[in-house]
């Protein structure tokens, strides 16, 4: 597990290994490791969540053997949530990051607040999960209700794309977006839209499948990921073209530090990022300011 902080000036210099700016300024982009015109890109990967949508939190724990949990833990420890906050989960659907900062916030409540003013700081708060798919969405809300969370009004769902979000300037304590950033068709737009919808000390939060530094481990993990993750999707869910499609799209996502200066060139301040597992994830943070 390393922690890094990573300056503007170190973008620039990795940049010319990894142009993710030649293709996002094309009329050409990639889905996996095929290249597609960029209208095409939004529905293909719509239909890939669309087939997966039913089984994806299960395939997620087979997949990670459950370590996602964990990933999303830290995630949510890391945006320290607060009672009153709104908070914006972006390509969150099926609800898993959302129900995890709304159970922090509510222990904070349980440990600091009196019961007489809990309801009122309960209305106050908003989670807006925002996502591109319905049926993810859908998802979410069967359980939510499952949950016993389907009337709270803290629990916002909301259609809609990450790089035309519908929310005002300065709007959102926090922003989150957790395996989703590296299937919308340009990332420095969504990190523009997300740069503009936080409030002055906001936090940007992504977690996100990654690149494996260790040669030894590299030849494990390519392994698992393309002979074992695909076979499980066709038998799990009925699916292995989809799931071959999420294998590939990691191996195009840009590698950490350039990420991280994509980040740094929306605007955001402060910005570093954390390995886990080597690297199979990590999480990138920044701060309006």
């Given at each position: 597990?390393?922690?890094?902080?990573?300056?503007?000036?170190?973008?620039?210099?990795?940049?010319?290994?990894?142009?993710?700016?030649?293709?996002?300024?094309?009329?050409?982009?990639?889905?996996?490791?095929?290249?597609?015109?960029?209208?095409?890109?939004?529905?293909?990967?719509?239909?890939?969540?669309?087939?997966?949508?039913?089984?994806?939190?299960?395939?997620?724990?087979?997949?990670?053997?459950?370590?996602?949990?964990?990933?999303?833990?830290?995630?949510?420890?890391?945006?320290?949530?607060?009672?009153?906050?709104?908070?914006?989960?972006?390509?969150?659907?099926?609800?898993?990051?959302?129900?995890?900062?709304?159970?922090?916030?509510?222990?904070?409540?349980?440990?600091?607040?009196q019961d007489t003013f809990e309801d009122d700081?309960?209305?106050?708060?908003?989670?807006?999960?925002?996502?591109?798919?319905?049926?993810?969405?859908?998802?979410?809300?069967?359980?939510?209700?499952?949950?016993?969370?389907?009337?709270?009004?803290?629990?916002?769902?909301?259609?809609?794309?990450?790089?035309?979000?519908?929310?005002?300037?300065?709007?959102?304590?926090?922003?989150?977006?957790?395996?989703?950033?590296?299937?919308?068709?340009?990332?420095?737009?969504?990190?523009?839209?997300?740069?503009?919808?936080?409030?002055?000390?906001?936090?940007?939060?992504?977690?996100?499948?990654?690149?494996?530094?260790?040669?030894?481990?590299?030849?494990?993990?390519?392994?698992?990921?393309?002979?074992?993750?695909?076979?499980?999707?066709?038998?799990?869910?009925?699916d292995r073209d989809s799931y071959q499609y999420?294998?590939?799209?990691?191996?195009?996502?840009?590698?950490?530090?350039?990420?991280?200066?994509?980040?740094?060139?929306?605007?955001?301040?402060?910005?570093?990022?954390?390995?886990?597992?080597?690297?199979?994830?990590?999480?990138?943070?920044?701060?309006?300011?």
């Open positions: 597990m390393s922690f890094r902080m990573v300056a503007r000036r170190l973008g620039r210099n990795l940049l010319p290994t990894f142009t993710p700016a030649a293709t996002l300024h094309s009329h050409a982009t990639s889905f996996g490791f095929k290249e597609v015109n960029e209208d095409e890109k939004s529905q293909l990967v719509g239909n890939v969540f669309t087939k997966v949508a039913s089984n994806y939190d299960i395939m997620n724990d087979v997949m990670s053997g459950g370590l996602h949990r964990l990933w999303k833990e830290r995630l949510v420890g890391k945006l320290s949530p607060f009672p009153g906050m709104k908070h914006l989960d972006v390509a969150g659907g099926t609800g898993d990051v959302a129900f995890r900062i709304l159970e922090t916030i509510n222990n904070v409540n349980r440990r600091a607040i700081l309960q209305a106050e708060t908003q989670i807006y999960v925002c996502d591109i798919n319905p049926n993810m969405l859908d998802v979410g809300r069967k359980r939510a209700q499952q949950r016993g969370l389907g009337d709270l009004g803290s629990l916002v769902w909301v259609e809609g794309d990450a790089e035309k979000l519908s929310f005002e300037d300065g709007s959102m304590d926090g922003y989150t977006i957790a395996f989703g950033i590296r299937n919308v068709t340009h990332i420095e737009k969504a990190l523009a839209e997300a740069y503009r919808v936080l409030k002055k000390g906001g936090r940007f939060l992504c977690l996100e499948l990654s690149h494996v530094d260790t040669p030894v481990f590299k030849q494990l993990y390519d392994y698992y990921s393309f002979s074992v993750i695909p076979v499980l999707g066709e038998l799990i869910a009925g999420l294998v590939e799209s990691v191996r195009k996502f840009p590698p950490q530090e350039v990420f991280a200066s994509m980040i740094a060139d929306a605007g955001f301040q402060k910005v570093e990022y954390e390995n886990l597992v080597g690297g199979v994830v990590a999480i990138h943070s920044g701060l309006k300011i």
